[in-house]
């Protein structure tokens, strides 16, 4: 059903996607405050954020993927709430830009986290 | 009657799996309305709802989960970790297989070199469940002990009879079963206490020779290292091998405790570059070992067999077995006596099993226990009178000296061990020697495993628990009153009615 050579793709991708992310939060990048500021979570949530995607993305590229495809799914829907709810699909005037790079994360990530379902700590015997 | 307290699981697991449902929503609409902050718990609930439609709608193998939903999910949890559970808190010391903490602790301190008094009791179930070794009023004194020596091949008058000097020995494990550390930790560990080690059939025995210890070839039945291409005996190898220096002794392993009556298969996968040449077999293709040597057919071949061995190697020879049937037994001995030809040692295995990994339905329901097994052989050979011919290695679970002399006292000359010098080299009993993942590097290939065992170290704890074993045997040995392992019978035994043995003992009169 998958392909190693695609998982590995997917997993690069991801995890070098994540990681522009998490430099951009971290850096306190204007744009980014400006949506963590309309979300409320300003500046504790978009460091908290920020530490996660980074996680995410050093476990994407080492042995534990699966955990990490995990972490960045659970991110990346948190993301999409955020831009379904309050933020909207067009930020910044990016012409959905972002919102696209969100859904090439979560794609790759749910590709990982499929075609590694065996391996994720605890459940994977059973999937 | 039913319990007042009793948990109707169905039920609860109905509302579990809708609470989960209920929760997700809450989270979101206080994550929409409250703060954002909540949308942490949104996410973790929505991916928590997926897994359960999918455990309870999708999946077919678990019954369990597709009854129960998540609920059943933490049974699998709490199961998965209560091995470890176990072992760490809630065994007790002394229930743990094959070797309980206790047993495990004496071969540590044993291998550590520490003190060797305990106080207030035995931790054993003391009366009437295991054998005992019967004291004597007269003690000897310790200086009055032989010292131990065990001529194999004398018989023949071999210009190669080898003098085993220590009463325990390293048994077969091969590399390939054992790490290169590991090997060369034991070998030199060996040398250091002047003890002998088998090779194990794992071909040649390229890191066994690299500390210089004596050395017994096993010869496993597909021959590794010494044989041709379609698994018959290559006399050049094996005459190239036997003039080695260090290889004493040759034994033939007709079968193993572990899997008696079964070969083995070695996996293509397995086979590196290095094994294929040690092993003499070629890459790419699995390697089956067959149940039986191919010469050895019935008992004529098979002593014939012997013979030629004897023969090619011009070193003492012997055989190795688990033991199954007694008739078969005392019938191979007929036909060595009528043939010529005797073994130089016989090399008793009990059939629990040892590092050797095998099926499960083998470990446990095939096979004599070397108890049962020991006074049978010892009795045939007497029976047939070539017993003096002969010296009887015994094998089994044999990690401390008082075992030791209860199968000397059954009719062992020499007792072997290879869990105990594992204990020894720091094994915890893991239980993984077959899955290359040994938290403590002794069965495993991957080099950042094998790291932490290093050789000088543990070579130390071997050589100390040699020289411990041995100090314990003069030890026991004195107060039996005997100042020899050879003057030893079956009278040294104390062997309980409700016991592990079914031989009638005789009773000292």
């Known amino acids: ?127 | 009657m039913k319990s007042t307290f009793a948990i109707d699981l169905e039920k609860m697991s109905r509302t579990a799996n809708v609470g989960i449902v209920v929760l997700f929503l809450l989270a979101g609409a206080a994550g929409h309305f409250a703060s954002f902050y909540f949308h942490f718990l949104t996410v973790a609930f929505f991916l928590l709802v997926l897994l359960n439609v999918y455990w309870r709608h999708v999946q077919t193998s678990h019954a369990l989960l597709a009854n129960f939903g998540w609920l059943a999910q933490l049974r699998y949890i709490v199961e998965s970790i209560g091995p470890e559970l176990r072992q760490y808190l809630f065994a007790s010391d002394t229930e743990e297989r094959p070797f309980s903490r206790v047993k495990r602790a004496e071969v540590y301190r044993k291998a550590k070199g520490l003190d060797a008094t305990a106080a207030f009791g035995s931790l054993l179930s003391y009366d009437r469940t295991e054998l005992k070794l019967r004291h004597s009023f007269y003690p000897v004194d310790e200086d009055e002990l032989e010292p131990f020596d065990v001529a194999i091949g004398a018989s023949r008058q071999l210009d190669t009879t080898y003098h085993i000097r220590h009463p325990i020995m390293i048994s077969a494990m091969s590399y390939g079963a054992l790490g290169q550390n590991a090997v060369r930790a034991l070998a030199r560990g060996a040398k250091q206490a002047g003890a002998t080690m088998n090779t194990g059939e794992g071909g040649h025995p390229k890191y066994h020779l690299m500390e210089g210890c004596d050395l017994i070839f096993q010869m496993g039945t597909a021959k590794f290292g010494v044989r041709t291409a379609d698994g018959r005996l290559d006399e050049d190898k094996l005459a190239a091998l036997a003039a080695l220096d260090a290889i004493k002794m040759v034994e033939i392993k007709l079968s193993q405790g572990a899997k008696p009556g079964k070969g083995g298969l070695l996996p293509k996968e397995k086979i590196t570059p290095e094994i294929a040449e040690l092993r003499g077999v070629t890459m790419g293709q699995d390697v089956v070992s067959p149940a039986h040597h191919v010469e050895c057919v019935d008992a004529e071949s098979t002593v014939a067999f012997i013979g030629c061995v004897q023969r090619v190697s011009g070193l003492p020879t012997g055989i190795k077995f688990c033991l199954g049937r007694p008739d078969e037994f005392r019938a191979l001995v007929q036909e060595m006596k009528r043939q010529g030809t005797v073994p130089d040692f016989i090399t008793v295995d009990g059939g629990e099993g040892g590092t050797g990994a095998a099926p499960v339905s083998f470990l446990d329901e095939i096979g004599l226990p070397l108890f049962e097994a020991l006074p049978l052989v010892h009795r045939i050979l007497l029976d047939e009178g070539i017993r003096d011919r002969l010296a009887i290695f015994a094998s089994g679970k044999l990690i401390s000296a008082g075992k030791q002399l209860q199968a000397m006292s059954l009719g062992a000359d020499v007792a072997y061990s290879a869990r105990g010098f594992l204990l020894a080299l720091g094994c915890i009993q893991a239980l993984q020697c077959n899955q290359n993942t040994c938290p403590v590097g002794i069965t495993t290939h991957q080099p950042e495993l094998q790291r932490g065992l290093d050789i000088a170290t543990k070579a130390q704890r071997v050589a100390n628990y040699i020289e411990a074993l041995h100090h314990d045997h003069v030890e026991l040995l004195a107060a039996m009153g005997s100042s020899s392992a050879r003057l030893l019978s079956e009278e040294n035994v104390y062997a309980p009615s409700q016991g592990p043995v079914s031989w009638p003992v005789r009773e000292p009169s």
Do not use: W
């Open chain 1, 1 to 127: 059903m998958t392909h190693p050579k695609l998982t590995y793709l997917a997993q690069g991708v991801a995890a070098l996607l994540l990681l522009t992310a998490a430099t951009m939060k971290f850096v306190g990048d204007p744009g980014s405050v400006d949506l963590f500021e309309r979300l409320g979570m300003e500046p504790v949530g978009r460091y908290g954020i920020a530490i996660t995607e980074l996680v995410a993305a050093l476990l994407l590229l080492s042995p534990f993927a699966a955990l990490g495809s995990v972490i960045a799914v659970a991110v990346m829907c948190g993301a999409i709430i955020a831009h379904v709810t309050q933020l909207g699909l067009v930020v910044n005037d990016d012409g959905g830009r972002l919102v696209a790079m969100l859904v090439v994360v979560l794609v790759c990530s749910v590709y990982v986290l499929i075609s590694r379902r065996k391996q994720i700590p605890f459940v994977g015997d059973t999937l």
